[in-house]
């Protein structure tokens, strides 16, 4: 103990920053967590070498986070935890000085096995949960703490008005953890995909999180959706009156502070939506990487078994379809967005693909051609409207194109020109020697989306954003078929 020093500073001498012995009131504990956190940001942070905290000071620093005393203690930990994250990774990728610059495996994957993690998973934390007496090294999340914590979120968020520090702080600690599942997820997929060694992705902080007994996954599911699409029908577009008496129903102590200023509400919001956007990719991921590790038999027994997360959000938008909208609008990661769509087009159409004894390829190749093909069809267009409707089949178009749009952008600019969704261009475009072009710039502002999920559908509008020679044949099909059904 007292190995850390910077300046001949040793850690005791920190830690007695924020001894609470003796007759003190709470704002002298509070002057004292502040100081402390200065004092650790002044020694870690700040020099471009500094040394890297203790387990003891994690653990303050973490504790003082999760109390949640004041708007000031939250907001300095948060960003001390964040910065220390960033600083001091617990797993990396570093460049390999034995690899040729031409080659494509020139990482060497590190986990720093003595790294401090706000979560009680592995045997490092449990270990030293169990042994150590100190009032700080308490609270750390496990994966029942950790639905609890995402049920907090979806609660807090669904009544921005009745927000307090103690939701506040609730909010950021979500966002911290997704921030740290993140850090140690990427990496691991990166090297992963090089390696094949399942053994890395096994031992990541997700698949730890998702295979614990002690988790409702489909509870936590749910809980992530009702943050999407719950808060966003209510919150996703916070006017000027609705910040404004927001901030009246608040504490005084949190209105004399500029975090609950409407911005910053609204950043805030739009913060947490991303968290949940990534932690839903992330284990969407998971989940494919799992399932390929599984039929190449890299994975055993422990792994254990879990339902997908598609099949259990398909589940869900199918029973509930009021979260469809929604829920489209809300996530935006075209990936996994264009691959729930077409699943859920697929679901209830599937069966209009018929395959002949001369068909050399399935149909039901799951692909955005393969649905224009069905629907180009009369019959089947007017099947399909039956079972789920003009709106929604004009909702999933549009937006598949538009997740469409955006993957060759992304592609596009990495010079490929071919989509790793098996995306027919020719079916799209009829020209292979083209590049896609179903660019035309108009983002579904709100008008369009109330137009999609409540009023009149607005065909004009869609016609003119997905403007191509097929998609409009078959924009006018569902014209015509939505007048007879």
């Not at 002057?31 to 653990?59: C, H, N, Q, W």
């Not at 008005?161 to 140690?184: A, C, H, N, P, W």
């Not at 829920?327 to 159409?349: D, H, N, P, T």
């Amino acid at each position: 103990m007292g190995d850390l020093r910077s300046g001949g500073i040793p850690e005791e001498n920190l830690m007695a920053i924020i001894d609470t012995s003796g007759l003190k009131d709470s704002q002298d504990v509070a002057d004292d967590e502040l100081a402390f956190l200065e004092s650790v940001r002044a020694i870690s942070i700040v020099p471009e070498e500094g040394p890297v905290p203790t387990r003891k000071m994690y653990d303050a620093i973490f504790k003082i986070f999760t109390d949640k005393q004041s708007l000031e203690l939250i907001m300095g930990s948060y960003l001390l935890l964040c910065d220390l994250e960033k600083i001091f990774p617990r797993v990396y990728l570093t460049r390999s000085d034995k690899c040729e610059p031409c080659t494509s495996s020139i990482d060497d994957f590190v986990v720093v096995p003595e790294a401090w993690s706000p979560f009680l998973f592995g045997p490092e934390n449990v270990v030293w949960e169990r042994e150590s007496t100190s009032a700080y090294s308490v609270g750390l999340v496990d994966s029942s703490k950790f639905l609890l914590i995402t049920h907090d979120v979806a609660e807090a968020l669904s009544s921005l008005q009745s927000m307090d520090i103690k939701s506040l702080g609730t909010v950021l600690l979500f966002q911290y953890l997704v921030r740290v599942i993140e850090d140690d997820f990427l990496p691991r997929c990166a090297i992963y995909k090089d390696t094949e060694d399942w053994t890395i992705l096994r031992e990541s902080l997700l698949n730890q999180l998702l295979g614990s007994r002690r988790l409702s996954f489909k509870t936590l599911v749910r809980d992530c959706l009702c943050i999407l699409t719950g808060t966003l029908n209510n919150h996703g577009d916070i006017n000027h009156y609705d910040q404004k008496k927001s901030q009246q129903n608040l504490p005084r102590d949190i209105c004399d502070h500029d975090v609950f200023m409407p911005n910053a509400v609204t950043e805030l919001v739009n913060a947490t939506y991303a968290s949940v956007r990534t932690f839903i990719s992330m284990i969407m991921e998971l989940d494919t990487l799992k399932n390929e590790a599984s039929m190449s038999s890299r994975t055993s027994r422990t792994d254990g078994l879990r339902t997908p997360l598609l099949e259990i959000i398909l589940d869900e938008l199918t029973y509930s379809k009021e979260l469809l909208f929604p829920f489209l609008q809300g996530f935006s990661e075209a990936k996994w967005k264009m691959e729930i769509i077409l699943r859920y087009i697929w679901k209830y159409c599937g069966a209009f693909s018929v395959q002949t004894r001369s068909s050399t390829k399935s149909l039901d190749d799951r692909t955005l051609g393969a649905v224009l093909k069905l629907f180009s069809n009369e019959a089947n267009s007017k099947k399909a409207i039956r079972k789920i409707s003009i709106q929604v089949v004009l909702m999933l178009l549009s937006h598949g194109f538009q997740a469409y749009n955006l993957i060759q952008e992304i592609r596009s600019s990495l010079g490929l020109y071919t989509s790793s969704l098996g995306i027919s261009l020719v079916s799209i475009r009829g020209d292979p020697s083209r590049k896609p072009s179903i660019v035309v710039p108009m983002p579904m502002g709100k008008d369009f989306g109330h137009d999609l999920g409540h009023g009149p559908l607005n065909y004009r509008l869609i016609y003119l954003y997905i403007r191509t020679g097929s998609t409009t044949r078959i924009m006018k099909i569902l014209w015509h078929i939505s007048r007879r059904v």
